[in-house]
């Protein structure tokens, strides 16, 4: 019997890991502990919300007796840590709430687990959730990031994660607090909030709004889809090794300004637009603050160790998400239009009422 505590189940990337797992282990008890800042959209898991197997709590990471008691009322003896800030540009405006999340907000999971553990740790994981972006940035004939790169972050985003990190090895080292750490590259895929590059660009296409590029767009990024990334967490954290680091990534490079041409051709061919007819929008802006020229990661031990790689191609990655948010543009305009948060605080609150 698992009872897995999953924070940040109501962003991009946890409400696919908290689906999976609920979906896959029905034995398993899965409770989303979630703040619901604005990245957080309960709309995102409306398919599981009552399924007997799991529980939402709304509560914030720093808050360590919110955080202790969520550990004590459910037995909690596996953690799967994904809360957190997590856009680059947010972290350059405001360093401080990133500082604060992802890094004392970490520290206060590990405290809870270890208080709550007691060093019975023979059946307890905590599993960190991170970034490429801990590494640095890559020059174009730099070879791809292996777990031993050494850490070199950039920016106030990736210094916070890779404090985070530092906080869940110093734990494991310190206390032997079992821990397993991932650190997997740019994400895409259904359920993205629409300020990163994909949702933004499919968001603005199907509206005629421009498409702000970065700089040249001569950037690169290795893209991965989301239910790969889903599927890497729930094999290790059942069969990786204890203390361990993974990267997770689908050796899948690309140029921005590539990418952006491929996501215009796919939406405008769903639309019905002649091809390339959105290259119009196309808008050079001034480049962000620091901009890491590329990431790339090696997922090789990944794939040997555990047998992991993507299932999916990208170009059909790339055609299954413009799909989604074309067949979801209520999503799409909830989020836009701030919607998305009315309903679904009043319906928690409500039923925690009851
Ligand atoms: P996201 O911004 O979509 O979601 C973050 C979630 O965390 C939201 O539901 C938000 O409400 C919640 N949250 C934020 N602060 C909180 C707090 N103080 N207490 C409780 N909940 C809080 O993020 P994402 O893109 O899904 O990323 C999830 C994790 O994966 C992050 O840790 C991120 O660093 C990491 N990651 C993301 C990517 C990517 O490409 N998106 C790639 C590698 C790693
Ligand atoms: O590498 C993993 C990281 O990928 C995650 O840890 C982060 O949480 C996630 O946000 C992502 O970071 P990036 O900064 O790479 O993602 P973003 O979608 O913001 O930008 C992708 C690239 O596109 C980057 O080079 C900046 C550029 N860009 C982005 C936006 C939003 C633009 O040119 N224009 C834009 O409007």
């Known amino acids: 019997m698992k009872n897995i505590l999953i924070t940040g189940g109501a962003g991009f990337i946890g409400s696919h890991v908290v689906r999976l797992f609920v ?3 029905p034995e398993y008890k899965i409770v989303n502990l979630d703040k619901l800042t604005y990245a957080g959209n309960l709309e995102n898991l409306k398919d599981i919300e009552n399924v007997s197997n799991y ?32 856009h680059v540009d947010r972290s350059i405006k405001d360093p401080f709430t990133f500082a604060k999340t992802n890094i004392l907000g970490t520290l206060s999971l590990l405290q809870a687990a270890k208080e709550c553990w007691k060093e019975n740790y023979s059946d307890k994981l905590f599993h960190h959730i991170s970034t490429d972006e801990v590494y640095g940035a890559l020059q174009f004939d730099e070879t791809l990031f292996t777990e031993q790169t050494k850490y070199n972050p950039h920016s106030p985003y990736s210094a916070s994660k890779a404090g985070s990190d530092h906080f869940v090895r110093a734990f494991h080292n310190t206390y032997g607090l079992p821990v397993v750490i991932t650190n997997c590259s740019n994400n895409y895929g259904p359920y993205q909030f629409p300020e990163k590059l994909i949702p933004l660009f499919i968001n603005n296409i199907c509206n005629n709004k421009p498409l702000p590029v970065y700089g040249k767009g001569e950037n690169v990024r290795d893209w991965l889809y989301v239910i790969d990334h889903a599927r890497a967490i729930d094999l290790i954290f059942h069969k990786g090794r204890t203390g361990e680091t993974y990267n997770i990534g689908g050796f899948n490079e690309w140029k921005n300004i590539d990418l952006i041409k491929v996501i215009i051709k796919t939406v405008d061919k769903f639309l019905g637009r002649a091809e390339g007819e959105s290259e119009k929008l196309i808008t050079y802006v001034t480049d962000r603050a620091g901009h ?10 990944l794939k040997n160790e555990l047998g992991w790689q993507p299932s999916l191609q990208f170009e059909e990655g790339i055609e299954k998400t413009v799909k989604w948010y074309l067949e979801n543009r209520q999503w799409l ?17 409500y039923r925690d009422k009851k």
């Open 23 to 25: 979906n896959k282990y």
């Open 55 to 86: 529980a939402f709590v709304k509560a914030d990471i720093c808050d360590f007796e919110s955080v202790s008691n969520v550990f004590a009322k459910y037995s909690i003896n596996g953690v799967l840590h994904l809360a957190a800030e997590s």
């Open 292 to 301: 890491d020229l590329r990431y790339a990661i090696d997922s090789s031990k």
């Open 333 to 349: 305009d909830n989020v836009t239009s701030g919607a998305y948060k009315q309903y679904y605080e009043e319906y928690y609150e």
